[in-house]
């Protein structure tokens, strides 16, 4: 079975600074996708970034990158410029087959 | 992407009683997801409804506590049955498209 692991269930970092969330899985395949996705307190789960696992370049969004790392099976994001609007919990995910597998989260908090 | 609505938003409910959470979308989707996130905790998937057949239950999740109807390609509801003050958590339906996942607003239960 396909497993996430999120082993920062805090961060902390200061306004225009740059933070890395951590993202470690577990699977067989060879072909996935892998998101990042944030919920603030109104619960709404947005996507923040994606990665297929066919693809070698990392992804990017504006100040949001991740650093994909396939042999090692690891997907850390990166914020830059962090943003007090940044504050949420992100979730890393791994989808195959259209299931979709969850990290345990990792609360971001932005001190301005 | 279709927009996706999820109704209530939020719900304080007596032991022992049933509460049946609908999602609507508004163009066809073929599958839905159904996901509890339960305090403080990741998402976790309860089921997949496609429509015109039964649902897939994951481990963990049977049809007498969580029965899902998926009548049409643009709705489904989900029952949360005889609550306990274990079942108080985030219910979140979702649908899938290539890019990315599509998530409700989600329904706060909290059965006391």
């Known amino acids: 079975a396909q497993t996430v692991t999120q082993s920062q269930p805090e961060m902390s970092v200061q306004e225009a600074e740059t933070v890395t969330l951590s993202c470690t899985y577990d699977?067989?395949?060879?072909?996935?996708?892998l998101f990042w996705y944030k919920q603030p307190p109104s619960r709404q789960m947005i996507l923040v970034i994606r990665q297929e696992a066919y693809k070698q370049q990392n992804a990017t969004e504006n100040r949001f990158s991740v650093n994909f790392q396939k042999a090692a099976k690891s997907f850390s994001l990166k914020i830059s410029d962090s943003q007090l609007g940044d504050a949420a919990m992100y979730f890393c995910a791994y989808r195959r087959a259209q299931k979709l597998v969850f990290g345990q989260g990792t609360r971001l908090t932005i001190n301005p | 992407s279709a927009v996706i609505s999820q109704k209530p938003s939020r719900d304080i409910c007596q032991r022992g009683t049933s509460l049946t959470i609908q999602c609507q979308v508004d163009s066809q989707v073929t599958m839905m997801f159904w996901y509890r996130q339960q305090p403080g905790q990741s998402l976790t998937l309860i089921a997949t409804a496609n429509q015109g057949s039964e649902a897939t239950y994951e481990s963990g999740f049977v049809i007498d506590k969580f029965p899902i109807s998926r009548p049409n390609l643009t709705f489904s509801t989900l029952t949360v049955s005889n609550m306990s003050p274990e079942d108080s958590s985030i219910y979140l339906c979702?649908?899938?498209?290539?890019?990315?996942?599509?998530f409700g607003q989600g329904t706060r239960l909290t059965v006391v």
């Open positions: 979702s649908y899938d498209s290539p890019a990315e996942a599509f």
């Open positions: 699977t067989s395949e060879s072909d996935y996708y």
